[in-house]
């Protein structure tokens, strides 16, 4: 029994150089996943703090205009469209690694709807919030970054968790643009196992543990927040 698990392990994880696939599949999906993190949220409070400054204020027209377009191209056209784009347009004559590539375009998808998510936890806060940080000598950027972001933080942060996770499991579309993640690992190892059962099946046991990893690490700072209320 034992000698037969050494032999299936060895098939599927060891020969062929099916240990460096695998590794190099998992760090590439979290180093995509992390850079896009970086940029959807960078970019998704950016536009959110646009689109809620005009809509209270009639200011940033332009800028409104602009994230209005950015808003609709990106939710209405596939993400494996928009990262073929970047990186046979947008990247095609600039010599970039894929993982920057691949981050760029995901975190550019994400901020679509993370900016959705924020201005949605912004337009909930009860605007008397506002009209007290303006009483007390607060200027609107300081009463929108020191009062209302936190609250409006806080009620969206389980659907920027959400997205945290779609985030993660969209990047297994990166091996169409010859990057190696755990699907394209999986692929990998199937065309020499000629077998697609464990390679797949490992492949979803990896995104899986990757997907609970975050939830915990996410929840623990929910909870951090929610007893800071206290």
């Known amino acids: 029994m034992l000698e037969n698990l050494q032999a299936w392990f060895q098939r599927y994880f060891v020969d062929n150089g099916a240990t460096s696939w695998w590794l ?3 760090k590439t999906t979290v ?3 992390l ?16 689109r809620t400054t005009h809509e209270q204020t009639g200011k940033l027209k332009l800028l409104n205009l602009l994230a209005k377009i950015y808003l609709t191209v990106i939710r209405g056209t596939p993400s494996m469209i928009q990262i073929l784009i970047f990186y046979s347009v947008v990247f095609a004559s600039v010599n970039l690694n894929n993982i920057i590539i691949g981050g760029i375009a995901f975190g550019i998808n994400s901020g679509a709807y993370v900016a959705e998510i924020v201005r949605s936890g912004i337009m909930s806060i009860d605007k008397g919030q506002t009209e007290a940080g303006r009483s007390l000598g607060l200027s609107a950027v300081q009463t929108l970054w020191l009062i209302i972001m936190p609250q409006a933080f806080k009620n969206v942060l389980p659907a920027l968790i959400n997205e945290l996770i779609v985030l993660l499991k969209e990047t297994a579309i990166i091996g169409y643009i010859g990057t190696t993640d755990i699907t394209k690992a999986a692929t990998l190892v199937q065309s020499r196992t000629y077998s697609a059962f464990v390679p797949l099946i490992s492949a979803a ?7 609970m ?18």
Do not use: Q
């Open 31 to 33: 180093l995509v996943t």
């Open 35 to 50: 850079l896009a993190l970086c940029i959807g949220v960078v970019l998704g409070f950016l536009i959110a703090i646009i």
């Open 205 to 211: 046991v990896f995104y899986l543990v990757l997907v």
């Open 213 to 230: 990893l975050l939830t915990h690490f996410m929840g623990k700072l929910e909870r951090r927040l929610r007893k800071s209320e206290h």
């Open 24 to 26: 190099e599949g998992l």
